[in-house]
């Protein structure tokens, strides 16, 4: 997946415009050069997707972003970093009565699922082309009942851990998000960064770890479709960690 920002929103505000487009960013933006059908789909396919932050810093109401399924959407899911969107539109796909939102600031990983949206006729996906911070500062309280970190840029270096997405703030971020009850899944095949993860859930008073024995953590989530970072990971020997945390009741 791609970088993330070192530094989270403020859980009390937002960003201003400016604060958006000054703060921190780590990770590749672009990477080979896009394909015609490609570039249609950034032109065409995208505005029709994107969620655009509203202007001074205001709410936005995810619902409304999933008016065209009628009655809307029976919970919102958020997937951050979503890499080639493989994993994101095969579960849009088998919950069509799910809104789900992905965030990937990597173009042409969006591209990528542009490309599965298209071929899909996927209905209830929205798209944040950029960093996920600001998005999630300006998302209600518990306005979605999963949020989905898989395979993120684990930063193995010490001097770059402070760089990781999961952090005491992050967490404090998506537990304001996460309705009662609903669920944070984090995945990693480095296994640094899943105790990192484990050691900041511990110290929140919001999420509790639901694993009971080891089979928990090394099987895969039902209705698991995997994702390509999990096959390369599986092809070069090291087992992935797949972590499911509950919001408690507030």
Request: aromatic share 8%; net charge positive.
């Amino acid at each position: 997946m791609t970088g993330r920002a070192e530094v989270p929103p403020d859980l009390e505000g937002g960003y201003g415009e400016a604060e958006e487009a000054d703060r921190a960013f780590f990770g590749r933006r672009k990477g080979k050069r896009l394909r015609g059908a490609q570039e249609d789909r950034l032109e065409s396919l995208l505005p029709t997707l994107r969620i655009d932050l509203p202007p001074g810093g205001g709410r936005i109401e995810p619902r409304r972003l999933f008016s065209q399924m009628g009655t809307g959407p029976e919970e919102i899911w958020l997937e951050i970093g979503f890499g080639g969107g493989e994993h994101l539109a095969a579960r849009a796909a088998a919950h069509p009565q799910i809104g789900f939102i992905g965030a990937e600031a990597f173009v042409n990983g969006v591209v990528k699922l542009l490309a599965e949206i298209e071929a899909r006729d996927l209905r209830n996906v929205r798209v944040r082309d950029g960093d996920v911070a600001p998005l999630l500062a300006r998302l209600p309280d518990a306005c979605l009942g999963q949020v989905s970190l898989l395979y993120p840029d684990p930063w193995p270096k010490r001097r770059q851990r402070k760089r990781r997405f999961v952090s005491d703030e992050s967490l404090a971020q998506i537990s304001r998000l996460l309705k009662d009850g609903g669920t944070f899944r984090f995945a990693s095949d480095i296994d640094d960064y899943a105790g990192w993860t484990l050691a900041r859930v511990a110290r929140s008073p919001d999420l509790h770890w639901t694993a009971a024995s080891a089979r928990d953590w090394l099987t895969p989530f039902p209705g698991w479709p995997g994702t390509r970072y999990e096959a390369k990971a599986l092809a070069t020997g090291r087992r992935p960690t797949y972590l499911e945390f509950v919001r408690r009741p507030r």
